[in-house]
């Protein structure tokens, strides 16, 4: 089993203009992620979202890149920090921010939110409130797929922090010994809430941790959405042609708090400008494979899709209170 | 009809189940190539293959997680947990996913899955191999739970839990396994028994006794023996307390007067406490005297049968309890 470090960003394998192409679908991508937290954070502060939301900004480039490789009918399992995963496959924004306002237009009606967002008919089995809850769910997926004789792949989103649950190790042990067709990717923001992984762990290079399970172990610069994309795509080649598991550490920073109501005073600001500096855009951008005018324009679409979905959100109409009682149970 | 143990009726759910349909798989700590540490599982893993008759490593957690996502996805597992005292070490993926995704999907996804478990006393297993504690289930909304007793009724409800598209959570009886019972259907016969319908298992005029799992047996018993001394009780077994069928209760209580209330959990916070008090709204003018109930008392189970007997209610107590009542 080789787990080793991922060093220089390959080059990606298309011709120039698929290149581009591929940029553009990554610009587009990462900045209506950016767009669509820098929305939900306004919602907050203005008094118009109930409760708390954790939001993806910063962090772009690993829900893209490693969406980028998946297929329509596979399986992704997500976070508390889910939005940036949804938007990345392809998830209704109008739905997501209506949900997220609690709205009787939102995907689940108002009754998940932030949290909770899901989108079953896209494969997306759901947000998840629990650190390391959607871990099995996620494993599970890829045994249901190996059950029915299909080549689909369930890719496993969570944190640095989820990677000390008991969940991680007994999902993780699992794929392994049964080749299960299931890619884990760890998005190391580098902090659990407050804590400091480094000051609660001895290991600070998660991906070593696959050694243990006997599966491969990669980290990346989770802040370069082609490498991700390059080495998440060879993690579900792999497990689609039934090699197994793979875990891929994305080395990434969260640039607020751990929800829209925490300041983050536990962290140095300079650590923040070091990661600022080379944010997901900005590193796309130095790629040179897009121009000003593309990249503008790329900019002004999106704006008016997430203006569209504020707009639709905000004018939606709460749920009637019955709806509380709905869906607990289905026939 | 047919006489059989109850581990072999549950053997047979499974099977023809699995027969019948082939998302139907199963995943549990020694269900394989040993047949289940209660034996419930044998030869099934000869016959459908490896995957669908997994042995798990000992991860609780992980082998109900991945059922919700197995369940999510097509597939309908049958989970087994050794001891239900275990659903303790799986209780995020029990309670915070299985039972919670389809309302926080706001109707999106449906998990059909069941976990079954053993509860109960009576074993010298001790603190963490004896407990009953279903009401923990019934707490949480989304999750239906199933208290069967015989062998008959432990196939049909089986059948039932599995096919339904919700988690179901199914409490078998340990002491029950290799109990007899002349109440199970030939084979061929494919009969479900629904949910939420309690069956009468004893007619009687002078006192209703509620109960379900092992303590139906016991009352019945106890029944019985009254009978001889010309009290005539009314036993129901629940079978399903999520959904609880209150009406046949109440009808009951209107022609009793009285009733009794008998379930294996602690005694405090439990089963009995929450019938007592969703029937006594219909039935507070019929009652003749208070409500009782009668639970395993609150401390721990013991080691030593001559400790851990006394705390939990069999046939005597229960007929002794019946006849200070009436």
Redesign the interface.
């Known amino acids: 089993m080789s787990t080793k470090k991922a060093t220089a960003t390959k080059v990606p394998a298309e011709g120039k203009d698929g290149l581009k192409e591929q940029a553009k679908q990554f610009y587009t991508t990462m900045y209506r992620i950016r767009r669509f937290e820098e929305e939900v954070f306004e919602f907050y502060k203005r008094g118009l979202m109930p409760g708390l939301a954790h939001l993806y900004l910063g962090e772009e480039a690993v829900a893209t890149g490693a969406i980028a490789c998946m297929r329509d009918d596979d399986?992704v399992?997500s976070t508390h920090r889910g939005h940036g995963h949804m938007v990345a496959r392809g998830a209704d924004l109008n739905r997501m921010m209506a949900e997220i306002l609690g709205k009787k237009t939102?995907?689940?009606?108002?009754?998940?939110g932030s949290m909770?967002i899901?989108?079953?008919?896209k494969?997306f089995?759901?947000a998840?409130?629990?650190v390391g809850?959607g871990?099995?769910?996620?494993?599970?997926?890829?045994?249901?797929?190996?059950?029915?004789g299909t080549d689909q792949v369930?890719l496993s989103f969570f944190g640095d922090s989820a990677a000390n649950e008991?969940?991680f190790h007994?999902?993780l042990?699992?794929a392994a010994?049964w080749d299960l067709p299931c890619v884990y990717v760890i998005e190391n923001n580098l902090y659990g809430i407050s804590v400091d992984i480094r000051r609660v762990t001895r290991e600070h290079d998660l991906y070593k941790r696959a050694a243990a399970y006997g599966m491969p172990g990669v980290a990346v610069d989770g802040n370069d959405v082609f490498a991700v994309r390059d080495v998440v795509q060879k993690a579900v080649d792999d497990a689609r042609a039934g090699k197994g598991p793979t875990l891929v550490e994305c080395k990434t920073y969260r640039w607020q708090g751990h929800h829209v109501g925490d300041p983050a005073v536990y962290r140095d600001p300079e650590e923040l400008a070091e990661w600022k500096a080379r944010e997901p855009l900005v590193v796309l951008e130095q790629k040179k494979l897009l121009t000003a005018k593309e990249i503008a324009e790329i900019k002004a679409s999106v704006d008016a899709e997430i203006a569209a979905a504020c707009k639709f959100a905000e004018e939606s109409e709460y749920p009637d209170a019955a709806e509380a009682y709905?869906?607990?149970?289905?026939? | 009809m047919r006489e059989l143990m109850v581990r072999d009726a549950i053997l047979e759910a499974l099977d023809e189940e699995m027969a019948r349909d082939s998302s139907v798989y199963l995943m549990g700590e020694d269900i394989g190539v040993i047949g289940g540490n209660f034996k419930c599982t044998v030869g099934l893993k000869d016959k459908y293959g490896d995957l669908r008759c997994k042995d798990s490593p000992i991860s609780e957690a992980g082998i109900v997680g991945m059922g919700v996502g197995a369940a999510l996805t097509g597939m309908r597992p049958v989970v087994e947990l050794m001891f239900a005292d275990f659903l303790m070490v799986a209780a995020d993926g029990l309670f915070n996913q299985m039972a919670k995704i389809t309302y926080m999907s706001g109707g999106q996804c449906n998990v059909p899955m069941v976990v079954r478990m053993p509860l109960g006393g009576g074993r010298s297993s001790a603190a963490q191999h004896s407990q009953s504690i279903h009401a923990w289930a019934c707490h949480i909304p989304g999750v239906k739970v199933v208290v069967p007793s015989t062998a008959g009724e432990c196939k049909g409800l089986l059948k039932t839990a599995i096919r339904d598209n919700n988690p179901v959570m199914f409490f078998e009886h340990k002491m029950l396994y290799t109990t007899k019972f002349n109440d199970v259907p030939d084979l061929g016969e494919d009969i479900c028994i629904p949910f939420g319908k309690a069956r009468i298992v004893t007619e009687g005029t002078d006192i209703t006794v509620v109960t379900n799992s092992r303590m139906t047996i016991y009352a019945e018993k106890a029944a019985e023996n009254l009978r001889k001394e010309g009290i005539k009780a009314e036993v129901i077994d629940l079978r399903t307390l999520v959904p609880l069928d209150t009406e046949t209760i109440i009808n009951s209580v209107k022609k009793t007067g009285k009733l009794l209330i008998v379930d294996e959990g602690h005694i405090s916070y439990g089963v009995t406490g929450e019938i007592a008090a969703r029937v006594m709204p219909d039935v507070f003018y019929y009652l003749d005297a208070p409500i009782e109930r009668m639970g395993t008392a609150d401390v721990p189970l013991p080691f030593s049968p001559a400790l851990e007997f006394p705390l939990i209610p069999d046939d005597k107590k229960i007929a002794d309890k019946i006849k200070a009542m009436v």
């Open positions: 399986y399992g939102g995907y689940s009606k108002g009754k998940g909770h899901m989108d079953m008919s494969g089995l759901g998840n409130g629990i809850g871990i099995a769910i996620a494993t599970g997926a890829a045994y249901s797929a190996k059950l029915r369930a008991g969940t007994e999902s042990n699992m010994a709905a869906d607990v149970f289905v026939d």
